[in-house]
């Protein structure tokens, strides 16, 4: 751990914990506006509202509040996600509905995270660490994917749950995505009704 990691402080006090809640945000901004090789530690202090020594007592650098923002987006995403199938009884709920529901929540979670988004696929692939986050994120979404089918598994085509999980995560996500971070002739309505259609056929009896 080098000198300057040593320096770092955990904020405890509210204040503490509103000014580097505002780093990160002011980061998240930046790197969205501007990419993250454009942008620098001053001009993320300045943002927040913050001196640049200020900064340097919470982050190390500005890779560090990337991985931060980072894992802010997952956690975010997950709880967004728990919040939102916690409003739906799945007993009751029509398929397409509850494929919709789900549609559109991640929808929503993705708007704050559009110009993050794009940063995020051109750091997956130069910064092992951040791979690495992803990955680990991916799997929970994949996860909690797969306790979702488990709750109607009674219902289900497929015997694989498992294998059911993967592709129904990565196809939501792809479509999700390409509505989220894409222009498209198509209107967003019509890609999330076949989306959906594609989805409960391939699942349900």
Request: aromatic residues 8%; charged residues 25%; negative net charge.
């Amino acid at each position: 751990m080098s000198d300057m990691e040593d320096k770092i402080r955990t904020p405890r006090q509210e204040r503490s914990i509103r000014t580097k809640e505002a780093i990160v945000q002011a980061a998240m901004k930046q790197f969205s506006d501007k990419g993250f090789h454009q942008t620098n530690t001053k001009q993320i202090a300045a943002a927040a509202g913050v001196s640049t020594g200020s900064f340097y007592s919470y982050f190390v650098d500005k890779r560090a509040v990337f991985i931060e923002v980072l894992k802010n987006y997952g956690t975010d995403l997950l709880a967004r996600i728990d919040a939102s199938m916690s409003e739906i009884n799945f007993l009751t709920i029509d398929r397409s509905e509850l494929i919709m529901h789900l549609v559109d929540t991640l929808l929503i979670s993705h708007e704050a995270f559009i110009g993050y988004h794009r940063e995020l696929t051109i750091m997956y692939h130069s910064d092992e660490e951040i791979k690495q986050l992803m990955d680990a994120q991916y799997e929970a979404g994949r996860v909690r994917t797969l306790e979702y089918l488990q709750m109607g598994q009674d219902e289900l085509k497929t015997e694989d749950m498992e294998a059911a999980s993967v592709i129904v995560f990565e196809t939501v996500s792809a479509i999700v995505d390409v509505i989220s971070f894409s222009q498209q002739h198509i209107p967003t309505e019509r890609l999330k009704s076949e989306l959906v259609h594609m989805i409960v056929s391939y699942l349900y009896k």
